[in-house]
């Protein structure tokens, strides 16, 4: 089972527990290294999922989209609790310019 702990006022050890929904955890290393400059010990578990969503989601509103449908199938396979911090990673094509 995964715990987090956070806080920050109090200055005690700050850990968090994390999931990724990728199985390539060496894709997710900037996740990683951002998380690991907040908490001081930051332990990554990654899981596959899946979006049931376009394979490269276009816009961010699809991305988005995408990332809660990881989330919620990483759930729903019971791959992690309920209150597990589950953290969805997804690649997508961002749309400078809407329509083109």
Not at 16 to 37: A, N, P, Y
Not at 95 to 100: D, M, S
């Given at each position: ?6 806080s ?47 394979p ?37 094509i ?7």
């Open positions: 089972m995964l715990h987090s702990y956070l920050f006022s109090d200055g005690r050890d700050q850990s968090i527990t994390l999931t990724l929904t990728s199985d390539d955890c060496e894709v997710s290393e900037s996740m990683k290294d951002g998380f690991r400059q907040v908490f001081e010990h930051a332990v990554f578990k990654c899981e596959s999922s899946v979006s049931n969503i376009a490269l989601p276009v816009g961010h509103s699809a991305g988005l989209k995408a990332t809660q449908h990881r989330i919620m199938s990483l759930r729903k396979t019971k791959k992690v609790a309920e209150l597990d911090v589950v953290v969805g990673l997804e690649e997508m961002a749309e400078l310019l809407p329509g083109k």
